[in-house]
């Protein structure tokens, strides 16, 4: 009952919390806790995939004033969208968790552009883990700046489905071991698309390094591998790992973190290395 | 495989920097658990209707930019030229450019516009010129 009460009591004034605190003689912390973590609970407060439309609308708005280039990036996105014809069953759930990645990212990045002063910049990056500083502070901006000549591609990839549900399982398995390492991994949709990068991973060192996977034949592999590379240094990305894998072999997943974990830390500059 | 059971709300932890950034690392966190079944802990109607009647709104409709940006991934010849002759250069960028020429420059200097546009450093290159001159034609003729 009291939780019914609570809910009604946030959804409308939240001041009348504060009332009631008073009244049972609660902290009004213990009372905003209780109606917080309720609310936050409840099913309803997905959001419905329109709101995301919503969402990329007003932070176009807000970008044009902040930051043109991002709202140019988020204006060719939207109209991007409408021409999607999805070809295939994961086409939605990608195009929504990549349009939800965007907006967030883009969240993050204006908050910090609106910031008045340098040093205030600086120091919201020194809150972030090596992985997210590299991509926020590093990659982030470089996609936002550039002329993304693979941007057209996207859509193309989506529609017939290229997405590949396997690879993308080898992926988060690689990444969940290596975050059982104590390893560090960072999983963007647009490193994927646009940079050639399933994963970046940090170890000890904490050096941030773009990591590719594939279980492509070796005929294709190495066509593969030099577009890879050249894709890398066109943005910039300044070592790589580039991880083919024979899915026969019963223990390549622990072969690849080993040489993830190691390589991130140990991999010099300029070095576009091939494992396979 | 199954969906999530769980839900997260997106809505009310965007407005402060720590808050944005926690919601990109739980958001991580859930692709780390689950792939791309992350997404149905924070839509709802993931599989609904949302991208077949995703339209362009009214402040961003713009007939002229898409019938431009069509025309420049189309097979097109002059399309196939001019794509060839930008190569990195972002076609999206050149859209926005030609559309804006389109509206507020005038029609005796539109030419000289188009060659600017074209040109990455010097502009009395005779392919320039003639890029210029049969895209022209070409978006009279269209537009």
């Known amino acids: 009952m009291l939780k019914a009460t609570l809910y009604f009591v946030v959804k409308y004034k939240i001041s009348i919390d504060i009332f009631l605190g008073a009244q049972k003689n609660q902290s009004v912390e213990v009372l905003l806790m209780t109606a917080k973590s309720y609310s936050y609970s409840k099913v309803g407060d997905r959001l419905q995939a329109k709101e995301i439309k919503d969402k990329l609308k007003s932070l176009i708005e807000q970008a044009s004033s902040i930051d043109s280039n991002l709202a140019k990036k988020l204006d060719e996105i939207n109209r991007w969208v409408k021409d999607i014809k999805p070809g295939s069953l994961t086409a939605k759930p990608l195009v929504l968790a990549f349009l939800l990645e965007v907006i967030t990212d883009a969240k993050i990045w204006l908050i910090i552009q609106s910031l008045p002063s340098e040093a205030e910049k600086a120091a919201k990056f020194e809150q972030m883990t090596p992985n997210e500083r590299y991509w926020y502070g590093y990659l982030f901006p470089k996609w936002i700046n550039a002329t993304d000549a693979k941007f057209y591609i996207w859509k193309q990839k989506l529609m017939a489905g290229e997405f590949n549900q396997e690879d993308d399982d080898i992926i988060k398995t690689i990444a969940q071991h290596i975050a059982s390492r104590n390893g560090n991994v960072w999983q963007r949709y647009i490193a994927d698309l646009s940079m050639a990068t399933d994963l970046i991973v940090s170890n000890h060192q904490q050096q941030p390094l773009c990591i590719q996977i594939t279980s492509v034949s070796e005929e294709l592999n190495r066509q593969k591998y030099q577009a890879w590379e050249s894709t890398l240094r066109s943005w910039e990305i300044e070592r790589g790992l580039f991880l083919s894998y024979n899915p026969q072999n019963a223990n390549f997943i622990n072969q690849l973190v080993n040489v993830t974990l190691y390589n991130s830390d140990y991999l010099v500059d300029g070095k576009y290395l091939k494992f396979s | ?143």
């Open chain 2, 1 to 143: 495989m199954t969906n999530p059971k769980e839900t997260r709300s997106y809505n009310h932890q965007m407005e402060t920097f720590t808050e944005a950034l926690a919601t990109a690392r739980q958001m991580q966190q859930d692709w780390l658990s689950y792939g791309l079944n992350f997404i149905h802990l924070y839509v709802d109607d993931v599989d609904g209707d949302w991208l077949d009647t995703w339209e362009n709104d009214e402040i961003f409709a713009n007939p002229v930019l898409d019938h431009i940006k069509e025309f420049l991934v189309s097979d097109d010849i002059l399309a196939v030229r001019l794509r060839n002759y930008l190569g990195e250069r972002s076609l999206f960028d050149l859209a926005v450019n030609l559309e804006e020429m389109w509206r507020i420059t005038p029609a005796s200097e539109r030419l000289a516009t188009v060659k600017n546009i074209l040109a990455i450093g010097e502009t009395d290159d005779v392919d320039i010129s003639d890029l210029a001159d049969s895209l022209l034609n070409k978006l009279t003729e269209t537009l």
